[in-house]
């Protein structure tokens, strides 16, 4: 570490500790200090001061450096892992940031956040994912009040067509009514949230719901994509998408995201043995709608140091069985991880690598390729932070405008 990253680990134990002193210390007597909360500065050390004093009477943030770089413009930056909590240690705000130091004569003349959001937007933005998270909980305990206590009065709600109860319902009874009728049909079961995604009023939640129904021995299955509207705190609108997608693009929002960040533990979540259950399309990027579905195993372990992983695969397709690897290794300069996948009915042939990352527990991995001598663009989407992780394969054929999904992965755990 050098000189300049220890003297700026120095200041980030200072703020771990709610050392004041030791923070105003590090600082020029003219420093000039983003207030991340309003997106303004204060300027001087005594301004720097009555600023951290009055914030640590209210929140307490808990800071974590993952990376220090220097722009070339001789300014320091830190990506920094960043919780902010209230007094009572319930999560206010959960992000990474990138910091900007200039340091003068060996002390911070000036201090800047890389962010167009203030803090205090992104703990509004937790506000909102936070009742959405509490009405899932609610919801998978049968308790319906609890379920719609965030829901305004003349709440909309729209469910898909196609669905057991798709439709239009209007007002807090008539959807509170709907939500029990649904949930009443449950013997046991989950809808368990794979991501909560922000995109202005609206919260997008990819979900995975599993349930098994009164006089029913088997288990349904499957994903859909809530969106919840928010207006004064209250949801107006609870709208359900067969898919993910759909609710992306009716929220105004894409997956493309920063994923400059990833690190060579993205793939942690995998480490172990798996079951699996495999939905695969029939023909790819041919309008076809016929579905195989089978079973396997999957079982992966670290290698080079804890810089890749090999995950070994049996797939039980009808009438034709068959191994597989993915290996996976992740270059720590780009920040980002290659992924090639061998069939072992083909031992020569390599797939070629799909390159990409993972941010907010969502991996994204991109190639180009061809199908049937046409060229093809390739996307795996990985979704690590829920109980059964899941793995998608797209392709797309008209340069990534839309996306065909032709196989799906989901993961449950062999506890030993």
């Not at 009055?54 to 919780?83: C, M, Y």
């Not at 829901?151 to 007002?171: C, K, L, M, N």
Request: glycine share 8%.
């Amino acid at each position: 570490m050098s000189t300049k990253q220890e003297f700026l680990q120095n200041l980030y134990d200072a703020f771990n500790k709610r050392e004041i002193e030791t923070i105003i210390s590090l600082m020029r007597p003219d420093v000039k200090w983003a207030n991340g909360l309003e997106g303004v500065f204060v300027h001087g050390r005594d301004a720097v001061r009555e600023y951290w004093t009055a914030q640590f009477q209210n929140i307490l943030p808990e800071l974590e450096t993952l990376k220090f770089e220097t722009d070339e413009n001789g300014r320091d930056i830190v990506t920094v892992h960043q919780i902010v909590k209230n007094l009572q240690g319930n999560v206010l705000a959960d992000m990474t940031v990138r910091q900007i130091f200039t340091i003068e004569d060996g002390l911070i003349s000036r201090y800047e956040i890389d962010e167009t959001e203030t803090i205090q937007a992104m703990i509004e933005k937790t506000a909102l994912t936070e009742a959405v998270r509490e009405a899932y909980a609610a919801l998978n305990r049968g308790d319906i009040d609890g379920f719609v206590k965030d829901f305004d009065p003349q709440i909309v709600r729209v469910e898909f067509e196609g669905s057991p109860a798709g439709g239009t319902y209007r007002g807090i009874e008539a959807v509170s009514a709907h939500v029990t009728q649904g949930r009443s049909t449950w013997a046991e079961g989950a809808c368990e949230p794979e991501r909560f995604i922000v995109a202005g009023d609206k919260v997008v939640v990819p979900c995975h719901v599993r349930v098994r129904l009164k006089d029913q021995t088997d288990w349904l299955e499957g994903r859909t994509a809530d969106v919840y509207t928010f207006r004064d705190g209250k949801v107006i609108e609870f709208r359900t998408f067969a898919d993910k997608q759909q609710a992306l693009e009716f929220a105004g929002h894409t997956l493309d995201m920063d994923i400059s960040l990833s690190t060579r533990n993205d793939f942690d979540f995998a480490i172990g043995d798996w079951t699996v259950k495999h939905r695969r399309l029939k023909e790819r990027l041919a309008g076809c709608d016929e579905w195989i579905e089978f079973e396997g195993t999957m079982s992966t372990r670290k290698i080079l140091g804890g810089d890749g992983n090999l995950e070994d695969n049996f797939l039980d397709l009808p009438g034709d069985p068959y191994r597989a690897v993915a290996l996976r290794s992740f270059d720590a300069v780009q920040k980002q991880w290659s992924i090639w996948w061998l069939d072992g009915r083909n031992p020569t042939n390599l797939d070629i690598p799909v390159v990409g990352g993972f941010a907010d527990g969502i991996g994204l991995f991109y190639a180009n390729d061809q199908l049937g001598g046409k060229p093809i663009k390739i996307r795996f989407t990985w979704f690590s932070l829920c109980t059964h992780p899941r793995w998608e394969q797209e392709f797309s054929d008209d340069d990534g405008a839309t996306w065909e999904t032709n196989w799906t992965m989901d993961f449950y755990r062999i506890n030993h």
